[in-house]
Structures are given as structure tokens and as C-alpha cells.
């Protein structure tokens, strides 16, 4: 077993019935001490939240234990708002090699140029495929009304509007 890495008091959080302070957060840095440069390091004894990410308390406050472990790694992000991105696209990582501090618009574009982002048809509650917005996009052109198309994709009007005109479904080309 790997040795605890010592964690600054003033970083452990409050102590709860069932667990002692600090036993999440030293948990978490022995997954990341211990982690190979090749293969993730799963955080998989904390529940992640509903967008996919495990949590650590540290002074009452929640933080992205991916951010904890990136700024123990990496020391503190330069720019506010930065974001610690996965190069593995796994949420619940914390190996230091697969973090690094970026900027929003750089985190999206990874997201982008590695085919994980959720944009169109890629998005789980897309309603189209994407044959079917390249269709849309034609039959508009052709003067089909927005309502008939509404019905015949079984989409609201406003929908098959912003459709047409380009503003869903931004990544797929008519």
C-alpha cells in the first residue's frame, strides 16, 4: 500500500460522523501518487455528481477532486476560471499525467477535436441524426414550411427554425 501524502491541516475538511477528516482527500492522493503515466486512476469510492465528477470537501467547500489533485500536481491555475483538463476525457481521473490547467475555451476545443463533446447528434437528447438536419436544412431551402416540418420530424417549430437557419446543430454541414 502506497504511503499517505501528508495534507496541510487547514485543507481536511470537517470531520462527519462516518468518516475522519481527511480520509477522502488522503484517499484521493494516494490514487494520484500512485498513478502510471498510461492508464487512469479512477476515483471510484466517491459517488461522482450528476455531470460525471467526484467530489472532495475541504473547509466545508466542494471541489472537483480532479481540480485538488491538478493543483497539488501542477500548483494553483494561473487564470481565474481555468479548468483542470483531461487529456483521457474521463471524469472521474485523478492521475496527475492526464491533467493540466487550460482555459475553458481550450478544454471545449479538446472536447471538440477528440469527438467527446455532445454537440448535435451526438448530444443524448438530440432528437435528429444528422441526415435527418441535412434533410430539414433542404426542404427548408426548397420552401417548405417551418411548420410542416416541425410535424414531419415531430419537432417544435422553433426547433426546425434554428435548425434552418444553422444555430442547432452548428457542426453538421448542409
Request: positive net charge; hydrophobic residues 30%.
Amino acid at each position: 500500500m502506497s504511503t499517505p501524502i501528508p495534507i496541510p491541516d487547514s485543507m481536511l475538511g470537517k470531520p462527519t460522523p462516518e468518516r475522519r477528516p481527511g480520509d477522502s482527500l488522503q484517499r484521493v492522493l494516494a490514487l494520484a501518487a500512485s498513478s502510471k503515466p498510461g492508464e487512469c486512476s479512477v476515483v471510484d469510492f466517491i459517488r461522482p455528481n450528476n455531470s460525471g465528477y467526484a467530489y472532495v470537501t475541504i473547509d466545508g467547500r466542494r471541489v472537483g477532486a480532479h481540480r485538488f489533485v491538478c493543483a497539488v500536481a501542477h500548483g494553483d491555475p494561473v487564470a481565474p476560471r481555468t479548468d483542470a483538463a483531461h487529456s483521457c476525457r474521463n471524469r472521474t481521473c485523478v492521475n496527475p499525467h492526464h491533467l493540466r490547467w487550460a482555459t475553458r475555451s481550450e478544454n471545449l476545443s479538446d472536447r471538440t477535436a477528440d469527438g467527446t463533446d455532445h454537440r448535435g447528434s451526438r448530444n443524448p437528447q438530440a432528437k435528429l441524426c444528422n441526415d435527418e438536419v441535412r434533410q430539414l436544412r433542404r426542404l427548408r431551402t426548397s420552401g417548405v414550411l417551418l411548420k410542416d416540418l416541425a410535424g414531419q420530424f415531430g419537432i417544435a417549430e422553433s426547433t426546425a427554425c434554428r435548425i434552418a437557419q444553422g444555430a442547432f446543430y452548428s457542426d453538421v454541414a448542409s
